[in-house]
């Protein structure tokens, strides 16, 4: 059984249909691309898969653990509990914090027991507070930004700003993992680095991957599978290999230009 499966899935806003009985499933382990010209529907099949808006219809399942849940139309907060972290497309970080609070406000709502211990500063708070830090420096340390814990958040390059969105939904300890452009913005250098990292936060983290990205070089460098969007429907699905040489793809994708190699 597939670790997410979305039927169907169709969210109209007013007369414009954003995305269209999409049908897609993400097995655990796999690490996927979901591509597809400006406009076409990546974003919102996003935010329906993490409860931003709920589907018109369609379904959307979630199996972990061999537990599966219905989690369309759930509120973010549940999605994000029942194992899916996800970034933006758009930084969303808090700015005026530092680096390392911000990884800490994203595990703390994991723990069991924070606000009351936290407000009455009683046991277990104190060791409570110690691990979130030392975890919190672990994330950072794996995202190449702990020597900026005590940085703010403001004050770091747009590129390091991306590697500490990922590492506040890592800290939501995800088991399907959703990166929206996670290179926007970036030179090929760092483009180049993030696609190793991406690689190797999968493997280190046994985690399932879904990302939406523009730069082709890292899509079909690391992805096993793609999706392809057009005007809100799935035209596509394969292997790079597949997808890059479906004449569907070439022809919605790239305006019939070859879709770039690796
Ligand atoms: N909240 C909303 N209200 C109205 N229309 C919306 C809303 N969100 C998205 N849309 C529309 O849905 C369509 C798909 O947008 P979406 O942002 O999902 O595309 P995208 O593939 O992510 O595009 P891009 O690559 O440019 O980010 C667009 O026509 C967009 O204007």
Redesign the pocket.
């Known amino acids: 059984m597939s670790l997410l499966e979305a039927t169907k899935l169709t969210r109209n ?2 007369g ?1 249909t ?1 995305v269209y009985e999409a049908d897609l499933h993400i097995d655990a382990g796999e690490l996927v691309g979901l591509i ?1 010209p ?8 996003f935010n329906l898969l993490t409860g931003v808006y709920p589907p018109s219809s369609g379904t959307i399942t979630l199996t972990i653990d061999g537990k599966t849940e219905d989690i369309g139309g759930r509120k973010p907060y549940r999605i994000c509990a029942a194992g899916v972290g996800r970034t933006f ?1 758009n930084i969303r970080l808090f700015k005026d914090l530092s680096v390392l609070d911000n990884v800490a406000t994203a595990l703390q709502q994991n723990l069991p027991y924070p606000l009351f211990s936290a407000l009455f500063h009683i046991p277990p708070f104190g060791a409570t507070e110690r691990r979130i830090r030392s975890e919190s420096l672990e994330l950072l340390e794996v995202m190449g930004l702990g020597g900026k814990a005590n940085e703010l958040a403001r004050n770091l390059s747009y590129g390091e700003q991306r590697h500490l969105e990922i590492a506040r939904a890592l800290a939501t300890r995800p088991s399907l993992l959703l990166l929206d452009e996670p290179a926007a913005g970036m030179n090929p250098f760092e483009t180049a680095e993030l696609t190793a990292l991406i690689a190797k936060l999968r493997a280190d983290f046994g985690l399932t991957v879904l990302l ?1 990205e ?1 730069d082709m070089s890292l899509v079909m460098k690391i992805c096993e599978r793609i999706y392809v ?1 057009d005007h ?1 429907i799935v035209i596509a699905s394969g292997t790079p290999d597949e997808v890059r040489n479906n004449p569907k793809v070439i022809e919605a994708y790239l305006g019939g230009e070859e879709v770039g190699n690796a």
């Open positions: 806003f007013g414009l954003a597809g400006n406009g076409a529907g990546k974003t919102t099949l497309q939406i523009h969007l809100g």
